[in-house]
């Protein structure tokens, strides 16, 4: 099997590691295809590892913390993507889809300060 190809599983191998194609296509918001699967940066890769074992999280805050991202808009959106899904999907697996929404959730509180998301109580919204 090449680099970035789906294997039977769905799994696919970039740099000598497997990664859940599914959890992939969701962070680059997209069908992803062999050439946007081996040109995938390092900090997505980290995300998708992450978010295949939420337990993994610890050992990687000081990874995110330090690490230059190479797209921070494109990153946030991502954790964000992730965040959504987990909160549609809550229903099929809860604990799953719970985990998945922290990791995206502290990974953006770490390197953003805030959350995109969050629901500010007594915030009053403009809306024209």
Do not use: W
Request: charged share 30%.
């Amino acid at each position: 099997m090449e680099k970035g190809e789906i294997n039977i599983n769905g799994n696919v191998t970039i740099e000598g590691k497997e990664y859940s194609s599914g959890i992939l296509e969701l962070i680059i918001g997209k069908k992803g295809d062999k050439a946007e699967f081996e040109s995938i940066s390092n900090e997505l890769l980290i995300l998708c590892e992450v978010l295949e074992d939420p337990y993994k999280l610890p050992y990687f805050l000081e990874t995110y913390y330090s690490m230059e991202i190479s797209n921070e808009q494109a990153f946030r959106f991502s954790l964000l993507r992730v965040q959504v899904d987990s909160d549609l999907r809550m229903h099929e697996d809860i604990q799953k889809h719970q985990q998945r929404s922290y990791v995206a959730r502290t990974i953006e509180k770490l390197l953003y300060r805030d959350l995109m998301l969050e629901v500010v109580e007594g915030a009053e919204f403009d809306v024209d």
